[in-house]
């Protein structure tokens, strides 16, 4: 890395995610959310954005988010945004979808490395048992996968979008009885292995605790129902001794 783009990196990146915008269901309120969001350099999407699969309604979202945010947007895909029916929002051109996939880009001079998934359920919901056949074998294949998307993720801060929790420290305030059909506790297991800077998810909308530290990963529960705000961080973390040093002397 050249000395600029050290400088710049320290700078920080400002990365900022919501899901479950359910469009138009909670569109107002993602447009006031918007308004006290501040300048973010990379917008997440976690999610359910439209309500129902109407993939017409992600056009309303997207010029929304567009008034606040001129910069790069990557997404991944919620149960709302129905599995059968990927193709049609493929096909839209925009946002940038990141399916069971890993993307680099680089942003204010640093590689950002962002995976991007449905993610994984510790159990399928009865729909999805009775409708999608494989279903729970998908769930099972997606946690290697997010382990082997992360371990080969070449960047300089590494962070993970998906829909479903990796974790239940971040869905506590929904019945404890749902948690399983919400996330899946294995990923765990994976953030303790690969330890990404970020793992931004929703589909808790009834969540209260919002935020989860598992090692040097930050959870953060973006669901907009929930947070009522645009979820913001700045990145990469500066480290305790860091954070007490004047510039000059990093
Ligand atoms: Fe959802």
């Known amino acids: 890395m050249s000395g600029e783009r050290k400088e710049l990196g320290r700078l920080g990146l400002r990365i900022a995610a919501a899901g479950d915008i359910h469009s138009p269901k909670y ?18 999407l976690a999610g359910d954005l439209v309500y129902k699969n109407d993939h017409t309604q992600l056009a309303p979202l ?32 925009a946002p940038r979808w990141v399916e069971d996939q890993a993307v680099v880009l680089e942003v204010k001079g640093l590689r950002v490395g962002v995976v991007g998934s449905q993610g994984s359920l510790s159990r399928p919901t009865y729909w999805q048992s009775t409708h999608l056949p494989g279903i729970g074998r998908i769930y099972e294949e997606r946690v290697k996968l997010l382990d082997r998307l992360l371990k080969e993720l070449d960047a300089e801060v590494r962070v ?7 974790t239940f420290a971040t869905v506590k305030g929904e019945r404890p009885e749902s948690w399983p ?37 930050v959870v953060a ?13 700045e990145l990469p973390r500066r480290s305790g001794l860091d954070a007490f040093l004047p510039q000059g002397v990093r």
Request: aromatic content about 8%; some cysteine.
């Open 27 to 44: 569109l107002d309120l993602f447009e006031e959310a918007l308004s006290r969001m501040g300048k973010a350099d990379l917008f997440l």
């Open 62 to 93: 997207l010029e929304t988010l567009r008034r606040f945010h001129g910069g790069e947007v990557l997404a991944c895909f919620g149960n709302e945004e129905y599995l059968q029916e990927r193709k049609k929002y493929l096909e839209l051109g």
């Open 160 to 166: 993970v979008l998906t829909h479903y929790a990796p």
């Open 181 to 217: 059909e919400i996330g899946n506790r294995k990923l765990e297991e994976v953030i303790a292995r690969r330890q990404p800077d970020l793992w931004v998810h929703a589909h808790a909308h009834r969540a209260s605790v919002l935020e989860a530290t598992l090692g040097r990963t």
């Open 221 to 233: 529960n973006a669901s907009l129902p929930a947070r009522k705000s645009i979820y913001v961080t």
